[in-house]
T-cell receptor, first 114, second 114 residues
Framework: GESVGLHLPTLSVQEGDNSIINCAYS??????FIWYKQESGKGPQFIID?????DKRQGQRVTVLLNKTVKHLSLQIAATQPGDSAVYFC?????????????FGPGTSLSVIP | DSGVTQTPKHLITATGQRVTLRCSPR?????VYWYQQSLDQGLQFLIQ???????AKGNILERFSAQQFPDLHSELNLSSLELGDSALYFC?????????????FGPGTRLTVL
């Protein structure tokens, strides 16, 4: 039969604007979260992480927000550049911080319009 | 370039066959992780080795096995291949064994089962 691919949400932003990518996670017991960037033809690349005892963490041009009440994670990219075009996905890791239960989100495709 | 190397880059084989994928971690990294990325299931964690020992096990089929050798390179063996095994297989490495250590992904091996 025909296989159905993941239908990735797509976000298109103008160069220089801010981007917000969202992720809903599944397990309220998850205590560590990672955002990855995957460019076409390449492996995933770590962007930023956050632990469940934090609500916000900032990196270079990126900010991750964690809302444990609604099990929601967001990645904000400031002054989006063409090089930011990629698929972004989140990962949730459950205690005792063993990796066997890691769950990856399906991803969001970010397209930057020059 | 992440420093993680994977061979081969592409592999085309037939159903029922067996293949071996190889991964060399970054210099100094003791942990190796294997992932499968398919169109319909996204990124899934398969298995982790740390300094030669299995550390965590994810959604790895019984037809699949892996090992990490004394020189820390790792191999993923896929046997009795099925059409649904067609996917990108990524290897990643990190310094330590816990999830909070940043993982560096290789470029992947694209497996096509005909």
């Amino acid at each position: 039969g025909e296989s159905v691919g993941l239908h990735l949400p797509t976000l298109s932003v103008q160069e220089g604007d801010n981007s917000i990518i969202n992720c809903a996670y599944s397990n309220s017991a998850s205590d560590y979260f990672i955002w990855y960037k995957q460019e076409s033809g390449k492996g995933p690349q770590f962007i930023i992480d956050i632990r469940s005892n934090m609500d916000k963490r900032q990196g270079q041009r990126v900010t991750v927000l964690l809302n444990k009440t609604v099990k929601h994670l967001s990645l904000q990219i400031a002054a989006t550049q063409p090089g930011d075009s990629a698929v972004y996905f989140c990962a949730e890791i459950q205690p005792p911080t063993s990796y066997d239960k890691v769950i990856f989100g399906p991803g969001t495709s970010l397209s930057v319009i020059p | 370039d992440s420093g993680v190397t994977q061979t081969p880059k592409h592999l085309i084989t037939a159903t029922g066959q067996r293949v071996t994928l190889r991964c060399s971690p970054r210099s100094g990294d003791l942990s190796v992780y294997w992932y499968q990325q398919s169109l319909d299931q996204g990124l899934q964690f398969l298995i982790q080795y740390y300094n030669g020992e299995e550390r965590a096990k994810g959604n790895i089929l019984e037809r699949f096995s892996a090992q990490q050798f004394p020189d820390l390179h790792s191999e993923l063996n896929l046997s009795s291949l099925e059409l649904g095994d067609s996917a990108l297989y990524f290897c990643a490495s990190s310094v330590a064994s816990t999830a909070q250590n940043e993982q560096f992904f290789g470029p992947g091996t694209r497996l096509t089962v005909l």
